[in-house]
């Protein structure tokens, strides 16, 4: 009885541990969470008042939601408490946060405050348009959540490096990402002219259109902080930091626009040297010399 016992009392004193490892995950995607509830709260209190404070901190809580996003499933690898329910949980946060959150900003900001001295019917135009592209900002970042939750290693259309692993289409909270410091750069000051809305609409769209595409885009895992000696990584990351807290109006929207752009140049490269290989592949003397037969007949004497 003694030796069946033994194990028991052993093993009791770790339980209440590895629950609550459990819940560390989880306790960053509550805070993903309610950053993105006070983004919309913040939003919608624009309307009544004071809307470039309103609209500031909403951006604010969508970029500061990026890093709880990035660091709850990392946790969870990290000490081994991965579960179903922790992944469900983590992609509805995410829907509220980088969906709901920042289409409700980006119709705010760049459209609601549009003033009535302009055309009328511009104005109407742009408002149901705007409304519309931030509609589907909202139904493309949930296609690309849904995607990623069925999808097992799944690999882009333009394949990249064998060493590095990429994301297949732009993530949601890079998007996300997008809009939010793109008003934090006007330090949330609402837009109320009609030749930004324009261009507030191309942006919003082309970030709707990358989520869902094929696209490769880097993903970061390859960076690994559990390495012996991260010294160095960790003095570069500390002074990123210290740059995008310092400069944050600025660092956050190029940060933002060029991982953006670097899927899109991506494609556009590796589409190019398809079409070349092609080319070479159809015609053989595409770029091989020329052979001196080939300039005409040799004149004899």
């Not at 895992?221 to 500390?238: G, M, T, V, Y």
Request: proline share 6%; hydrophobic share 50%.
């Amino acid at each position: 009885m003694n030796h069946i016992d033994r194990p028991q009392t052993k093993s009791e004193p770790h339980l209440p541990v590895r629950r609550g490892m459990y819940l560390l995950p989880s306790l960053f995607t509550a805070g993903n969470l309610a950053a993105g509830y006070f983004s919309i709260t913040q939003a919608i209190a624009a309307i009544s008042g004071n809307a470039q404070t309103h609209l500031d901190w909403a951006a604010i809580a969508i970029l500061f939601a990026i890093p709880f996003d990035a660091l709850d499933g990392r946790i969870a690898r990290m000490t081994n408490t991965t579960s179903e329910f922790g992944k469900e949980l983590d992609s509805l946060a995410d829907v509220v946060t980088f969906g709901v959150a920042p289409s409700i900003l980006a119709f705010v900001w760049g459209f609601y405050f549009l003033p009535n001295s302009i055309n009328q019917a511009l104005r109407l135009h742009l408002m149901q348009a705007g409304a519309f592209i931030c509609f589907l900002f909202l139904l493309a970042g949930a296609s690309r959540l849904a995607r990623f939750n069925i999808s097992h290693d799944a690999q882009p259309r333009n394949p990249g490096r064998a060493d590095r692993k990429y994301f297949v289409g732009m993530p949601i909270p890079a998007a996300a990402g997008l809009l939010a410091a793109s008003v934090h750069l006007c330090y949330g000051i609402p837009n109320v002219y009609w030749y930004i809305a324009i261009p507030w609409l191309i942006l919003v769209g082309l970030a709707a259109y990358v989520m869902v595409s094929t696209w490769r885009f880097w993903s970061g895992k390859e960076i690994n902080l559990s390495r012996s000696h991260p010294f160095q990584l960790l003095i570069l990351l500390a002074l990123v930091a210290y740059v995008i807290f310092r400069y944050s109006n600025v660092s956050m929207f190029l940060v933002a626009l060029t991982y953006m752009f670097s899927g899109i140049w991506a494609r556009t490269a590796y589409g190019w040297r398809r079409r070349h290989r092609k080319r070479s592949a159809a015609d053989p003397g595409i770029g091989s010399p020329v052979e001196p037969e080939s300039l005409g007949p040799r004149i004899s004497g």
